[in-house]
């Protein structure tokens, strides 16, 4: 099978602008989770959404949002940029929600905001 | 989630086991133990989870003290590929992975 794949893989922002990433999931899976990471706050949960409804939220600003689409691929965006949303964001996708079900995680959309 | 604590750092000579601790005194009765690892700027690699036994598959051994309280995570044969950043998870969130500072294991020739 194929792994989580996240497009793009490296994308160069500025302050104030706004973006979108994308994930698609392992086939068959349903939940997709995404997670930022930084090296002062490390690896850091922003939602998890699970056929089509986000049920699980972090603590990040409302400038963060998701969604998921029918075939359960992922897209998050960020609005109004800031310096600090440079990150790595990494997607994980499981075969459905709950404690008993492992994530696999893609190869992360590296962020920069100039 | 129930906090764990890790230790910073380990060494490992290549070929040996690799015996990586966990401690998770305030583990609850439906947190599951989970453990990843991430080499550097990669995205995290699941390695292996649990409840109450003790599992093996082919990339590692996860031994749970029978009050669950701790658990090790063991690589048999650690190669110099597992050199990587260990994370040990309580989990009893559905979609939430919270990870903490991790094991930095450098695994030497």
């Known amino acids: 099978k194929a792994g989580v794949t996240q497009t793009p893989r490296y994308l160069i922002k500025t302050r104030g602008q706004q973006v979108t990433l994308s994930c698609s999931p392992i086939?068959?899976?349903?939940?997709v989770s995404w997670y930022q990471q930084t090296p002062g706050q490390g690896l850091q949960f922003l939602f998890e959404?699970?056929?089509?409804?986000?049920?699980n939220k972090g603590n990040f600003p409302g400038r963060f949002s998701g969604r998921q689409f029918s075939n359960s691929r992922s897209e998050m965006n960020v609005s109004t940029l800031e310096l600090g949303d440079s990150a790595l964001y990494l997607c994980?996708?499981?075969?459905?929600?709950?404690?008993?079900?492992?994530?696999?995680f893609g190869p992360g959309t590296r962020l920069t905001v100039t | 989630d129930a906090k764990t604590t890790q230790p910073p750092s380990m060494d490992c000579a290549e070929g040996r086991a690799a015996n990586l601790p966990c401690n998770h005194s305030?583990?609850?009765?439906?947190?599951?133990v989970y453990w990843y690892r991430q080499i550097h700027s990669q995205g995290p690699q699941y390695i292996i989870h649990?409840?109450?036994n003790n599992e093996t598959n082919e990339m590692a051994s996860l031994i749970i003290t029978e009050d669950r309280k701790s658990s090790t995570l063991i690589l048999p044969h650690a190669t110099l590929r597992d050199t990587a950043v260990y994370y040990c998870?309580?989990?009893?969130?559905?979609?939430?992975?919270?990870f903490g500072q991790g094991t930095e294991l450098s695994v030497k020739p």
């Open positions: 086939s068959g899976h349903r939940s």
């Open positions: 994980a996708s499981s075969p459905s929600t709950g404690t008993a079900y492992e994530q696999y």
């Open positions: 305030t583990i609850s009765g439906n947190e599951y």
């Open positions: 998870i309580a989990r009893n969130q559905g979609g939430k992975l919270i």
């Open positions: 649990g409840l109450k």
């Open positions: 959404y699970f056929s089509e409804t986000q049920r």
